[in-house]
Nanobody
Framework: QVQLVESGGGLVQAGGSLRLSCAAS????????MVWYRQAPGKQRELVAR???????NYADSVKGRFTISRDNAKNTVYLQMNSLKPEDTGVYYC???????????????WGQGTQVTVSP
């Protein structure tokens, strides 16, 4: 089994910054793509940023130039640096990882429990 634990959410004023972390643990042979999603109240979950195993990244248009996704493979951790935050960035942020299991060598996706980000005007 694999666990993803997010941290770093909170309340911040518009224009401020937050850094989210998502640490993976368990029977990990390889962490492949890692993705941050968010879900605002009453809206569908949407992709925010994605990073592949070799470090290639892509972002939602709404966060380009403000958010940066990165990963530390030695720590099995992905980060999301969020700058110039806007009220519309408010939501629950979820980490998703594609993991190759060290016991079965099968690959599946896992989700974290989510962390709340609230941006006040």
């Amino acid at each position: 089994q694999v666990q993803l634990v997010e941290s770093g959410g909170g309340l911040v004023q518009a224009g401020g910054s937050l850094r989210l972390s998502c640490a993976a643990s368990g029977s990990i042979f390889r962490l492949n793509a890692m993705v941050w999603y968010r879900q605002a109240p009453g809206k569908q979950r949407e992709l925010v940023a994605r990073i592949t195993g070799d470090g290639s990244t892509n972002y939602a248009d709404s966060v380009k130039g403000r958010f940066t996704i990165s990963r530390d493979n030695a720590k099995n951790t992905v980060y999301l640096q969020m700058n110039s935050l806007k009220p519309e960035d408010t939501g629950v942020y979820y980490c998703n990882a594609e993991v190759t299991d060290s016991r079965s060598y099968s690959t599946r996706q896992y989700w974290g429990q989510g962390t709340q980000v609230t941006v006040s005007p």
